[in-house]
């Protein structure tokens, strides 16, 4: 998995990323080393934004939260993009699913 940080109007320190890599593991570990991860962090006065984009082969996918912390809106967004892909996947095996039962149904007819 390729990691991209970039930081607007905020440095990224080590810690932020080390938090990033450990909340990614924990949630966004099964991807493979195809994907794609940008994280843009922004600081406006009292409102922090944590945007995450995901990028493989077969999705795209984007989640945004803006809170008064920036480690919350990580995690939030992290969150986000963990239902978004399990989604994403749930519906990708399903569809596996029905189409190879169509093709079961079509061998024994």
């Known amino acids: ?4 940080v970039t ?4 440095e990224i320190t080590d810690g932020i990323r080390d938090h990033l890599n450990s909340k990614m593991d924990k ?4 991807l493979g080393e195809e994907a794609d991860v940008h994280v843009a962090l922004a600081v406006e006065k009292h409102r922090h934004f944590a945007e995450i ?8 996918l984007h989640s945004q939260e803006e809170t008064n ?3 919350t809106s990580m995690d939030k967004s992290l969150d986000k993009m963990e239902k978004q892909i399990r989604k994403h996947k749930e519906k990708a095996k399903d ?8 093709s079961k149904n079509q061998i024994l007819d």
Do not use: A, S
């Open 95 to 102: 569809l596996r699913n029905k189409k190879g039962n169509q």
């Open 27 to 30: 949630t966004i570990y099964d």
């Open 53 to 60: 984009t995901v990028k493989t082969k077969e999705f795209t």
């Open 69 to 71: 912390d920036l480690y």
């Open 7 to 10: 930081g607007r109007k905020i």
């Open 1 to 4: 998995m390729k990691l991209t």
